[in-house]
Each structure stands twice: as structure tokens, then as C-alpha cells.
């Protein structure tokens, strides 16, 4: 039985969510505690109640202590049969880390999966939009062998969420390492600039006037798209991502959201800070992008290799889990102002 303590690291909902995802890779059952205990409010909030459940449908798992609140867990997987699957968070809790939970396990089913997640957030604080994992992740991880795609039937904000999305993805158990150590050229910059039911205040418009204001004033040109969505009647909400991409296969990322109080125009520029200050270090991946190849990486046979900006506690969480329980190695060198994370062969 896989052993962990929630508290270790992060002490942070990503430790439950990826050792439930290594359970049910592995077969083999999990015990966790101290569930989310560096947290404000410990224990299992919505969305992650969720993960673990969706998790438990891709695998038959039989599962005790999932209820919300919750800190301790124990999840024993079956087989992962893959198919359809329905999930619905009921809170403005995260999509994209719901779908951060379950597309490793959806790699090892035995059928393509077609995960239909409702009544979450697609746009939230403490999550990656959901066209940064559109545009950032899923293309970093094709270059790994991961065939998956993500569509928006409605977006989703704070407070009432009510957001709607698709994952579909097709298995692999034999992914590639990822080796990226070049920055190389940069190409170009583009972007999706999103609001829903706020087109009458081009709030989208602002959003991304701003960030192309603030990458010009660095030298940067960038083409972002405006969405002017009304899929949502229940919630009004905006969002930017960003993302830059080099001749030698390097994405950068960024995002921010849209919250009472907070102006369009701070919205785009707050995008556009994060990517400006990702680029002038010239990584490889950015340090959001970072974590979450970790167990990818981990997962992949050979040497997988990227260059960060800083070392976050959810890189330092990451690593900490996959070597415990897949028993891999991972190294961290400070090369000039940047981080080498590999994970040998």
C-alpha cells in the first residue's frame, strides 16, 4: 500500500490529486492523510472531492473518506476501463485541475476517454486557465506522446462557476521523454483575450490592449484573439492567456483573470508581466508549465530535461511524490540564473 502524508512539501491539494493518479497507474491501493494540511481550510474542498471520485470511475476504485472535509483517504483501484465519463464539481472549483488529475490516469486505459466535467470553474485564482491548458500544456505534452484535446462548452468564474468542459484522450503507456535545454528564437507571441457577457464593457478588448501595450514597452509584438462569449448565463467573468513560442519547440505560458474590483486593464497587464518576466531569463518551460510535466516526465522512459526560472514549492512537491512512489530520480542544478530539473534514465 502506497503510504502518504499530505502534510509533507506543498502540504497541498496537488499531492492528492497525483498520488491518487499514481495509485491508479500503478494498481496499487493508497492511504493519505493530513489531506490539504498547510491549507487554510484542510481537508477535501469540491473540486477535490471530485478529483478523487472521477479518478475512482476511470479505475473502479472503491474508495472510503471522500466526503467534503475529509483528511484522510484511502482509494483502492481497479482496472483503468477508460470510456465515458461525467463529472460535476458544483462550486466554482477548478476544471483545469480536475483535468490536471485525471489525464495521467486516462493515458493508461484500456479505451480512449471522453471526460465531460459541468458546473465548475474554468477561470479561477490558484489554477491554470483553461486555454493556458489548451495552449501551453497540451502542446507541450504532444511533444511526449500525450494525444489530448480540451474544448470550452461554457466558461466559468468565481462565484457561481456553472462552467462546462471536454477532455478527450486517447491512451499511451510508452510516452517520450522531453528534452528541451535551448530557448532558441523567439517566434512569435499570441494570446486569447475572453469575456463573457461583458462585451458591452470590451472588457476582452481591454484586457488584451493592455497586455500588448505592456509586451510592446519590452520589444515584444503579440497577436492576441478577442472572444466575446455569452455561453454563460449564470456568470460573468474575463480571462487572458498568453503564450510565446521559439524556434526550438520552447512554449512559455502565462495567464490572469478578471475579479471584482480589478480593471480590465490591470487584467492584460498582469498577463503580460508574467511572461515578460518568464522571457527574460529565457527558460524553457515556465514555472507553471514546470510542475505540472513532473510526473510526465516521471512516467516516461529516459532522461527528460528543462530549464526554469525558480523552483517552486509544487516543483518541490512534485519530485518529492514521484520518487517516493514511483521510485525514479530526479536531479535540480543551478545553471547560470536558471534551474536544470532532469529526471535520469
Given at each position: ?20 493518479a ?26 477535490h ?48 485541475m ?70 478527450t ?27 463573457t ?62 475579479e ?27 514555472v ?34 514521484m ?23
Open positions: 500500500m502506497i503510504e502518504i502524508d499530505g502534510s509533507q512539501k506543498s502540504g497541498s491539494g496537488t499531492i492528492l490529486r497525483l498520488s491518487v499514481l495509485a491508479a497507474i500503478t494498481k496499487q491501493p493508497l492511504h493519505i492523510n493530513n489531506i490539504r494540511q498547510n491549507r487554510p481550510q484542510p481537508g477535501l474542498k469540491h473540486q472531492l471530485e478529483a478523487v471520485l472521477t479518478a475512482a470511475k476511470l479505475c473502479n476504485a472503491k474508495v472510503q473518506g471522500a466526503t467534503l472535509g475529509s483528511r484522510e483517504l484511502w482509494f483502492t483501484p481497479k482496472q483503468i476501463k477508460g470510456g465515458n465519463i461525467e463529472a460535476e464539481i458544483e462550486t466554482a472549483g477548478s476544471i483545469p480536475l483535468l490536471l488529475a485525471t489525464l495521467p490516469v486516462c493515458l493508461f486505459a484500456d479505451n480512449p476517454v471522453h471526460l465531460h466535467v459541468a458546473k465548475g470553474g474554468t477561470d479561477t485564482t490558484h489554477a491554470p486557465t483553461i486555454n493556458y491548458m489548451r495552449e501551453v500544456l497540451l502542446p507541450a505534452l504532444k511533444q511526449m506522446g500525450v494525444d489530448a484535446a480540451i474544448t470550452v462548452q461554457k466558461y466559468g468564474y468565481y462565484p457561481k462557476g456553472m462552467g462546462e468542459a471536454t477532455m484522450t486517447k491512451p499511451n503507456r510508452a510516452l517520450k521523454p522531453i528534452q528541451v535545454e535551448i530557448f532558441g528564437k523567439l517566434k512569435s507571441i499570441k494570446g486569447v483575450s475572453v469575456c457577457f461583458l462585451a458591452h464593457k470590451q472588457v476582452a478588448d481591454r484586457q488584451a490592449k493592455a497586455a500588448e501595450e505592456q509586451l510592446s514597452q519590452k520589444g515584444y509584438n503579440a497577436t492576441i484573439q478577442i472572444v466575446n462569449d455569452q455561453s454563460n448565463l449564470f456568470q460573468k467573468g474575463s480571462s487572458v492567456a498568453l503564450w510565446a513560442e521559439t524556434d526550438s519547440g520552447v512554449i512559455i505560458g502565462a495567464d490572469a483573470i478578471g471584482l474590483g480589478k480593471t480590465s486593464e490591470a487584467v492584460g497587464k498582469e498577463a503580460a508581466e508574467k511572461l515578460i518576466t518568464e522571457l527574460s531569463v529565457e527558460p524553457t518551460v515556465d507553471y508549465l514546470a510542475d505540472m510535466l513532473i510526473p510526465y516526465m516521471a512516467l516516461a522512459q529516459g532522461k527528460s530535461v528543462f530549464l526554469a526560472r525558480t523552483i517552486s514549492e509544487h516543483i518541490e512537491a512534485n519530485i518529492w511524490l520518487e517516493k512512489i514511483l521510485n525514479v530520480k530526479f536531479t535540480i542544478q543551478k545553471v547560470n540564473n536558471l534551474y536544470r530539473i532532469e529526471k535520469s534514465s
